[in-house]
């Protein structure tokens, strides 16, 4: 959870507040949860797929992680589908799976 989590989701400020703590006073707590300091270069491969349409979680959120992915030298690869929201419609939902299935395949060729 980041601070953008807290700014852009109003609707789970208190939520979080009461499984977490204060973002100011129980910060260690939140720092505790960031999954990304777990992740770093020999991590295994990673595939982000995100609607742009998604009001839940933005898909400015999906770049962050992107871009702190990279930062650490994780090896990453992105499907993004900016016309979609969380669920995709059905063609979409193919395309995302043909995908997966084919990066899937890629990671394996490259481990062989």
Sequence with gaps: VCSSDLEERVDLRGMLRRMIGHPVKDAQSYKKRDALKDIDATSPPILIIHGGQDKQVGIHQAYVLED???QRGTQID?????AEGPVPRPVAMRLAIQ????????IEELQK
């Excluded at 995908?99 to 890629?106: A, G, Q, S, T």
Aim: proline letters at 0%; zero cysteines; charged letters at 25%.
């Design 68 to 70: 702190a992915l990279k």
């Design 78 to 82: 992105t499907f993004y589908q900016l």
């Design 99 to 106: 995908r997966i299935l084919h990066w899937m395949k890629e």
